[in-house]
């Protein structure tokens, strides 16, 4: 009798010691997989602001995060990623959310290039109106293209507004609450960018943050 039951004792044991290996094994495989992807999700997403430019692989990489209170738009932490071309600075890749939105916050990356000109917008994420504020997507207008190689000196800070408040900027049509916060935050982030750029690619990523990327 004692035996028998040690016996399955034993089995149940082994049983629960092989589900275990397995379930860790699962969850191995397919972490892995999910970060892959993610990461090259991420890479597509960063080429809009990236066109035209010569660089080093491994952008996401260079990923640094700035915590609030900052002055960049948004009140939650920036994503900035540093491009570099034979490890000389090329361009930062921003990730900030315009506070002004129709519908709330609007996730948008800004690319903008050493000399703090904009080499491409892209809108990550919004709640804006289909038809109305949700042409500001690369994929419904070509509204977002005419930010493309201007500066805080084309136009001068005054002129970042849209036509209709007295900026150089189009709106859209019925639409004006969704471009004048995205255009506030472009013209913040240049700003931001203009006042930080030495230590933003001054700034070193610590191992530890650098092992979490590669994982
Ligand atoms: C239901 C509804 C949804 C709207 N969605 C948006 C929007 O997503 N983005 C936007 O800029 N304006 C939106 N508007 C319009 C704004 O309230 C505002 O009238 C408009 O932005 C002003 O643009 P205009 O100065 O070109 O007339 C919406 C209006 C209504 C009634």
Partial sequence: MTTTMF?????????????????????RLTAERIVA?????????????LSGLFYDSGVTESKIIIPPPHE?????????????AEAAPVAA????????GYAG???????????????????????ETPGLGDRVESTKSD????????????PEPTGWAIKGDGGQFDQLT????TPRAIIKAIKETLLYFEAHSEEIFATVIPETDKEKTEQ
Avoid at 72 to 84: K, T
Avoid at 94 to 100: K, L, N, T
Avoid at 143 to 154: C, E, M, N
Wanted: with cysteine; hydrophobic share 50%.
């Fill in 143 to 154: 509204w977002v293209k005419q930010f493309d190689g201007r500066s805080l000196l084309d």
């Fill in 105 to 127: 916050p609007i996730r948008i990356l800004i690319g903008i290039d050493t000399m703090g000109v904009v080499t491409g917008i892209h809108v990550l994420e919004h709640r």
């Fill in 37 to 49: 992807n993610e990461q090259a999700w991420l890479e597509r997403s960063l080429q809009p602001a």
């Fill in 174 to 177: 019925g639409a004006s609450v």
């Fill in 72 to 84: 960049l738009p948004g009140s939650e932490a920036a994503i900035v990623y540093r491009v570099y």
């Fill in 7 to 27: 016996r399955s004792g034993v089995t149940l044991a082994v049983i629960a010691a092989v589900c275990t290996a397995l379930v860790a094994l699962t969850y």
């Fill in 93 to 100: 890749l921003f990730v900030v959310s315009a506070r002004d």
